[in-house]
């Protein structure tokens, strides 16, 4: 069983900034590839970065240049650091994550949500 779960977020001021983090505890093999998603009320969940295990990194078009994702793999943690926020960044942030766990004994890709944390942009 793989258990996420993302801290930090909360409410900040336009043009500040937010950092939050989304570790992974449990049994699996290895984490391959960690996500940043969100959603804002009545809209669809959108992926917001993406960072692979040999580090590559993709940004949503909205959040290019503003937002940058790490990862930590001695932690099982990844990062999401967010700049000049904006109201239209205000939604509830989830990470997740590809994982290989072993399944009747062979070894499988599945992924693995958080519950999801809150994130507001206002003055």
């Known amino acids: 069983q793989v258990h996420v779960a993302e801290s930090g977020g909360g409410l900040v001021q336009p043009g500040g900034s937010l950092g939050v983090s989304c570790t992974a505890s449990?049994?699996?093999?290895?984490?391959?590839?960690m996500n940043w998603y969100r959603q804002a009320p009545g809209k669809q969940r959108e992926l917001v970065a993406e960072?692979?295990?040999?580090?590559?990194?993709k940004y949503g078009d909205s959040v290019k240049g503003r937002f940058t994702i790490s990862r930590d793999n001695s932690k099982n943690t990844v990062y999401l650091q967010m700049n000049n926020l904006r109201a239209e960044d205000t939604a509830v942030y989830y990470c997740?994550?590809?994982?290989?766990?072993?399944?009747?004994?062979?070894?499988?890709?599945?992924?693995?949500w958080g519950q999801g944390i809150q994130v507001t942009v206002s003055s």
């Open positions: 960072i692979n295990s040999d580090s590559s990194e």
């Open positions: 997740q994550f590809a994982a290989e766990v072993y399944t009747i004994g062979r070894l499988s890709e599945r992924g693995y």
């Open positions: 449990g049994t699996f093999f290895r984490i391959n590839t």
